[in-house]
């Protein structure tokens, strides 16, 4: 639960006069220990003032969901359906009224959905059986990635299958495709450190995913890339932050089904268009 601004504001007055007055009294009685309790406090305040700036800005969607239109129905094809996110953006989807495809390449997972989705499988590397599945599609949504522990040979996985689908979908004549990346590739991220965090832990799934973004951005379709930082498994709260080319200030984690109600949102107002975007909690 974050605390609204004006409550923060109070805190900070009434928690700074508290402190202040306790200097005060402690100078009169120990001057030495007062002018380095003096010097904490300064850095306390400092530091509480930075957090009221960054709470204070808001998010360039904070707000968006409000303005969610509703029943625009869409056939959206979804890959990378029986992964995490994936399977949240078939669920949320059938809630919206929308025709949902997935194209995978082994079923199992997707019984639930059993009678109320079109399930293909395949070979996601393929560009003509991607070719074929997207004809009359209106919308591309992705939660492809490589399975975790990251076997060798899928450490070209991300570009490949960008490649194939951004041929794909040209040759398909679909346009919009909103697909899920990674926060480590923010590099002005210092809180949480994800860029340097990614090139310690995982520079192969770094690389990876940069390669992937970059034949989205050249692919002349209407991308949106999503990057999220690390994923859980808590249920759609739909307060999530969005921030266009920043990862939202103090953004550690986010639901699955939080990213797969922003992909949503983006496919249903067409926004955020040829953009990349941080989500957080
Ligand atoms: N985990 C995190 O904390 C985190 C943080 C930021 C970003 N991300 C990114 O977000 C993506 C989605 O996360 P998630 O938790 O939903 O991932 P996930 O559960 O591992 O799902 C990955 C999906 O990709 C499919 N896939 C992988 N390799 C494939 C291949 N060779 N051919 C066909 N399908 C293939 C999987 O299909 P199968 O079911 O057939 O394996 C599955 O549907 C991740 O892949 C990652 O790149 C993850």
Redesign the pocket.
């Known amino acids: 639960m974050v605390a609204s601004f004006p409550a923060t504001v109070a805190l900070a007055v009434s928690c700074g006069t508290a402190i202040a007055l306790g200097v005060v009294l402690l100078m009169t009685v120990k001057p030495d220990l007062a002018e380095s309790v003096a010097m904490v406090v300064v850095a306390v305040t400092a530091g509480l003032l930075h957090g009221i700036g960054y709470a204070k800005r808001p998010s360039r969607h904070t707000t968006l969901g409000r303005h969610r239109k509703t029943g625009g129905f869409m056939k959206i094809l979804v890959l990378?359906?029986?992964?995490?996110?994936?399977q949240e953006i078939v669920r949320q989807g059938l809630e919206h009224g929308h025709e949902i495809k997935a194209f995978?390449?082994?079923r199992g997972?997707l019984e639930a959905f059993d009678g109320r989705i079109t399930v293909v499988e395949g070979?996601?590397?393929n560009g003509s059986q991607l070719e074929r599945v997207i004809v009359g599609q209106d919308v591309v949504a992705s939660?492809?990635?490589?399975?975790?522990p990251v076997s060798k040979s899928?450490s070209h996985?991300?570009q490949r299958f960008a490649s194939a689908l951004t041929s794909a979908m040209l040759y398909a004549g679909v346009k919009r495709v909103i697909a899920?990346?990674?926060?480590f590739l923010f590099k002005d991220s210092i809180i949480p450190p994800a860029y340097l965090a990614g090139r310690l832990f995982f520079p192969d799934?770094v690389a990876d995913?940069s390669e992937m973004e970059h034949v989205f951005a050249n692919s002349g379709l209407d991308w949106t890339i999503v990057?999220?930082?690390?994923?859980t498994g808590k249920p759609r709260k739909g307060a999530y932050r969005a921030r266009e080319d920043h990862l939202p200030r103090f953004g550690f984690t986010i639901s699955?089904a939080d990213v797969a109600d922003f992909m949503l949102l983006c496919a249903e107002n067409h926004v955020s268009s040829r953009k990349i975007v941080g989500v957080s909690n």
């Open positions: 990378g359906a029986t992964g995490g996110v994936g995978v390449r082994a997972r070979d996601l590397l939660g492809f990635g490589p399975r975790v899928d996985l991300l899920v990346s990674v926060a799934l995913a990057r999220p930082p690390r994923l699955r």
